[in-house]
């Protein structure tokens, strides 16, 4: 039978998109459960309509503070019985008490080598370093701002012509495969 994976995110939600493509093969060792967005404009929530996945909405406005917040969160990914929590685009930052519960079960992607350019922005700053390198990296999620420790890493050769619009396309394709891989591997 097949594992529980939620996905948490915030926006467009490209790298849920190819997590439920993986998914869908039948050798995949997972299925997303439920995905829960923070902002109830992300595109993300389309693509989990679209291919019949459970999903919610939960704002931190709808909450008078960010423990209230987080409970609720925790409630709702709890009832699945998640093996893995898949953070992808989720742009808030998850406390010590969140993290805890879900110990070693939360990862993340994100566009850039760590532990080289942790936070946002990461291809602009990798251009106007001059790297002649950037990627992507999985990784667990710990109380430090992408710093837990590395599971997948891929790198990607910066172009002199390269702009943070068309590094991010290079970059965000890799993701694209090595995201599922990744949750392929952790969870078979
Ligand atoms: C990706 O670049 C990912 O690395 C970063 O946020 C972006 C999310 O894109 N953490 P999407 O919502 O998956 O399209």
């Known amino acids: 039978m097949?594992?529980?994976?939620?996905?948490?995110?915030?926006?467009?939600?490209?790298?849920?998109?190819?997590i439920i493509s993986a998914a869908n093969k039948k050798n995949f060792p997972a299925k997303i459960s439920l995905v829960i967005s923070s902002n109830r404009s992300a595109l993300g929530l389309k693509i989990a309509e679209k291919n019949h996945i459970k999903?919610?909405?939960?704002?931190?406005?709808?909450?008078?503070?960010?423990?209230?917040?987080?409970?609720?969160?925790?409630?709702?990914?709890?009832?699945?019985?998640?093996?893995?929590?898949?953070?992808?685009?989720?742009?808030?930052?998850?406390?010590?008490?969140?993290?805890?519960?879900?110990?070693?079960?939360?990862?993340?992607?994100?566009?850039?080598?760590?532990?080289?350019?942790?936070?946002?922005?990461?291809?602009?700053?990798?251009?106007?370093?001059?790297?002649?390198?950037?990627?992507?990296?999985?990784?667990?999620?710990?109380?430090?701002?992408?710093?837990g420790k590395i599971i997948a890493q891929e790198r990607i050769l910066i172009s002199p012509s390269d702009t943070p619009e068309t590094l991010s396309r290079k970059v965000l394709e890799r993701e694209h495969i090595i995201y599922p891989k990744t949750i392929e591997s952790l969870l078979s």
């Open 55 to 147: 999903n919610f909405v939960v704002e931190q406005k709808e909450f008078s503070n960010n423990e209230l917040y987080e409970e609720d969160l925790i409630g709702k990914i709890v009832q699945q019985d998640p093996s893995l929590i898949c953070l992808a685009g989720y742009m808030k930052i998850l406390s010590k008490k969140f993290i805890n519960k879900f110990k070693d079960k939360i990862i993340n992607i994100h566009p850039s080598l760590l532990p080289d350019y942790k936070g946002l922005n990461t291809h602009e700053r990798a251009i106007r370093a001059g790297e002649k390198y950037s990627g992507c990296t999985v990784h667990y999620v710990t109380e430090e701002l992408d710093g």
């Open 2 to 18: 097949k594992k529980n994976i939620v996905v948490l995110i915030s926006g467009r939600g490209s790298n849920l998109e190819s």
